[in-house]
């Protein structure tokens, strides 16, 4: 397919904005909306397509947005609704598409759904959430343990005497997604944003949404703390296509497939038309940095995913450790080396923010921390000039800040622009079909499309190749030659 009639989510290249840590207008140390909205230019710059804003809805933050008490409307410290609609005009008049993240697994303790819900057995609401009596010996109904600390997922409510279900947090309710008002409510959810003009959502743990009707302790070996009914699960997202797809221009739903099984993975694509988009690649976002390893994730990603899917490719995001620590050691050859396999990937790329920086995990003391589940160090403010008023999290060091990097050609910010917009100018990169090609051990190459060849040396040592004219790699450099 010629790329320009490829939808846009599949030309696109992805940022994502952790919106606390992005940055700050007014100098509270906590970035917000207008933060972003005078950054336009600089994302524009960058030559990214589509923003993924971090959860912008009313949250107590006991998990920093992922606990909403209003699905409708923004956080005041964010700027609010009037500061979400500016940014969405502005970013419009620019071509840059925002998707928001969507929470729909479970809500805060303090959303008046679960409020009205705990009231009384007898509550119009009750059965919006998970109840079950716990057993006579006062032991939750099943084995099922929370994401967070690993205890378990039940959590007794003394006024009514049952337990309810929380996969994460005690303070993050599941919603029961087996009623179908709830799933009118989050459609109407859904509608309001899309109405708003938004270009789709990042759903989060759309890989667990329905859980086991019968609630069945998990066996053993199970990969998930909680049992999911995956074929309900695709129901949902079923549904939640329709609902998009009813929109002009288009509008996706990029899932929080958090999967290591890519045969699994593939069936959240559905048919490849009917459910997600985009499916996030966790098994690509663990692989070491080895040739070996990250060809054979996108091989058998390639192998797997129904013929119409397309892929979706990241290397960090706020719940990891940041891929040039990850991956890299620290090393910003082999950054520049893991970055050039994100960039030339036949699907969609998602940067997270930082990444264009070579930004690494920052030591976070103690006294500092903020996360329940010792994510900070993913998440610290981007150093624009190097300094921010009173941050909310400390400020890393370890890279130089945007300011200096702009100005260097040789920085790394400076790379990941040229590739970016490399790919953006290349057919081949945006749409065309990957073919492996033989390459010496730990060097990884592959075709693209008709006449792209890509060649990245994942070692320590120099490499010749032989595509035509040999050519030498040295340690950690990557090459894309026109064929
Ligand atoms: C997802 C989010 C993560 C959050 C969790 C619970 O995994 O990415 O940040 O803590 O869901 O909502
Ligand atoms: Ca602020």
Redesign the pocket.
């Known amino acids: 397919m010629p790329s320009d009639e490829q939808p846009w989510w599949q030309r696109a290249v992805l940022y994502q904005i952790y919106v606390r840590s992005f940055a700050d207008s007014n100098e509270d140390g906590i970035g917000d909306l207008p933060g972003i909205l005078a950054q336009l230019d600089y994302l524009e710059w960058l030559g990214v397509d589509a923003l993924w804003l971090?959860p912008i809805t009313v949250s107590p933050d006991k998990?920093?947005g992922?606990?909403v008490v209003d699905y409708t409307d923004v956080q005041p410290v964010f700027g609010g609704m009037r500061a979400f609609d500016e940014l969405i005009a502005e970013a419009d008049r620019r071509g840059i598409r925002i998707v928001i993240?969507l929470?729909p697994?479970?809500t805060s303790d303090q959303h008046p759904w679960f409020q009205e819900a705990r009231a009384s057995r007898d509550s119009a609401r009750r059965d919006w959430y998970i109840w079950r009596d716990p057993n006579p010996d006062r032991s939750p109904p099943n084995n099922w343990r929370s994401?967070?600390g690993g205890g378990s997922a039940w959590t007794l409510d003394p006024a009514t005497g049952q337990m309810y279900l929380h996969?994460?947090l005690p303070e993050?309710v599941d919603l029961n997604w087996w009623n179908e008002e709830v799933r009118e409510a989050m459609d109407d959810v859904m509608r309001f944003w899309l109405d708003r003009g938004v270009a789709g959502f990042r759903l989060?743990?759309a890989h667990a949404i329905v859980k086991d009707r019968e609630l069945r302790d998990r066996p053993p070996d199970a990969d998930t703390h909680v049992v999911v009914d995956l074929e309900e699960t695709f129901a949902v997202l079923r549904r939640w296509r329709k609902l998009v797809d009813g929109y002009e221009p288009e509008r996706i739903l990029i899932g929080?497939t958090?999967v290591m099984d890519l045969a699994r993975l593939a069936g959240f694509y559905g048919s490849g038309a009917d459910q997600l988009h985009l499916a996030f690649n966790f098994p690509f976002v663990f692989a070491p940095l080895q040739a070996e390893s990250l060809r054979d994730v996108v091989e058998r990603s390639e192998e797997l995913l129904p013929v119409a899917a397309w892929p979706a490719w990241t290397l960090s995001?706020?719940?990891v450790v940041r891929f040039p620590t990850r991956m890299c050691e620290g090393d910003e050859r082999k950054a520049r080396a893991a970055l050039l396999t994100l960039l030339t990937q036949r699907g969609t790329p998602v940067l997270y923010y930082g990444d264009e920086l070579g930004m690494q995990q920052v030591e976070i003391p103690p006294e500092r921390e903020s996360d329940i589940?010792g994510?900070d160090g993913a998440r610290t403010p981007l150093p624009w000039n190097g300094a921010w008023n009173d941050p909310w999290l400390p400020l890393g060091d370890n890279v130089a800040p945007v300011a200096v990097q702009r100005a260097d050609p040789t920085s790394f910010l400076s790379f990941c622009r040229e590739l970016i917009a490399r790919r953006g100018s290349s057919p081949d990169l945006v749409s065309g079909s990957y073919e492996t090609l033989p390459a010496p051990k730990d060097v990884w190459a592959f075709r693209r499309g008709e006449r792209t060849v890509v060649a990245i040396n994942l070692s320590d040592e120099s490499m010749e190749i032989d595509l035509g004219g040999g050519r030498k790699l040295a340690p950690w450099e990557g090459a894309i030659l026109d064929g």
């Open positions: 971090s998990d920093w992922y606990d993240d929470v697994n479970h994401s967070f996969s994460f993050q989060d743990v929080e958090w995001n706020h719940d589940d994510r």
